[in-house]
């Protein structure tokens, strides 16, 4: 009896080491699964999930880049954790040393790394929508064609011609996978922050709305790169526009013609007929021609107050202007000029 006894014991004991022995093993390996950092990366690296990917399409981006050591064990964690029915979009940042299950709780979880988005030194929708889109993940046919919709300008309180100021050239945080409705909701957030009643209160000093602002800041962008001569060229064109003279722009001239590589204005171009001929039609054109920089529209509202009515290209080509009060005075420079264009040889 006593012998049957001491081999039961035995056994469970036997049984209790070899179960022990299992789950420490079992236990290991979800901890070597789970835990231990896969990722051989030397450095942080950024991953782009699209809308409507699969866990397959996760898992070949991550294959193909090699971010991962074990591509197994990074699979089996993705099943335990569930994560291969919760592929959520973004952009997510890989870090050397991550585990299986830091990763994949970043990424079911959503905890994307906002991207930077910058833009300047644009005229065109077109332009527009190309520089964004290769930025976040709205390309840029659905992004214009958000832009042409008739709907769009009314629904952000512009009209079509004013729609482009609504867009501030600046850098602005995102989520990588932000729609185009998204983007233009961002926009039109940051213009309303940007309109304080300050800003405001200045626009209606010179009579002009925040839109009026940004159509006369769009010329003067085009009109100087010196951001220390905007508050003085602003000056000239809000003289102009108190006396009722046509603003005689050369950059709408160019804008109706669709064509910014002129260098020289001939009087055929000026014969043009366009709303935004500024020769032609007294008062600011039916909207921006381009997207205003924030130091144009400043130098609007806080636009230099003198009795200059016109300025023109210094003939050393440096980029700066002489003005004048009156137009015998503005004659003189502008023939300098013409004769400077001459000697280089620029007849277009």
């Known amino acids: 009896m006593f012998s049957i006894i001491s081999k039961y014991k035995y056994w469970v ?6 179960i022990f022995i299992v789950i420490f093993f079992v236990g290991m390996n979800y901890f070597n699964k789970m835990y231990r950092s896969n990722v051989a990366l030397e450095k942080d690296i950024l991953i782009h999930i699209k809308t409507g990917s699969d866990f397959k399409t996760v898992l070949d981006s991550i294959e193909k880049r090699k971010i991962v050591i074990d591509i197994v064990s990074f699979t089996k964690a993705a099943n335990s954790l569930g994560y291969t029915n ?23 979880a959503a905890m994307q790394t906002p991207v930077k988005v910058t833009f300047n030194n644009v005229r065109t929708p077109e332009q527009l929508a190309g520089k964004i889109s290769r930025q976040i993940e709205a390309d840029s046919l659905s992004l214009l064609g958000y832009f ?13 011609e004013t729609l482009i100021s609504m867009f501030l050239p600046n850098t602005y945080e995102f989520y990588w996978n932000t729609d185009a409705d998204g983007f233009f909701d961002k926009m039109k957030k940051s213009f309303d922050q940007f309109w304080t009643d300050e800003r405001k209160a200045k626009a209606k000093t010179i009579d002009l709305s925040p839109e009026g602002v940004s159509t006369l800041a769009s010329i003067i962008d085009e009109e100087t790169i010196k951001r220390d001569e905007r508050p003085r060229i602003a000056g000239v064109y809000i003289n102009r526009l108190r006396k009722g003279m046509p603003l005689q722009a050369d950059p709408t ?52 107050n003198h009795q200059y009515l016109y300025f023109c290209a210094k003939d050393d080509f440096s980029g700066y202007h002489v003005f004048a009060k009156t137009l015998a005075e503005h004659n003189r420079n502008a023939n300098a000029y013409q004769n400077a264009l001459n000697m280089a040889k620029i007849f277009r």
């Open 148 to 160: 042409r919709n008739p709907t769009t300008a009314e629904k952000y309180g512009f009209k079509k």
């Open 253 to 304: 001239i160019k804008f109706a013609l669709n064509d910014f590589s002129i260098r020289r204005l001939w009087t055929k171009h000026l014969e043009v007929k366009s709303p935004y001929n500024t020769y032609k039609n007294i008062g600011l054109p039916p909207g921006p021609i381009n997207c205003p920089s924030i130091s144009s529209i400043e130098a609007v509202l806080n636009y230099e």
């Open 86 to 108: 919760r592929v959520k979009p973004g952009c997510y940042k890989i870090k050397p040393k991550m585990s299986n299950r830091a990763i994949l709780r970043m990424l079911i």
């Open 13 to 18: 004991v036997g049984a209790g080491i070899l």
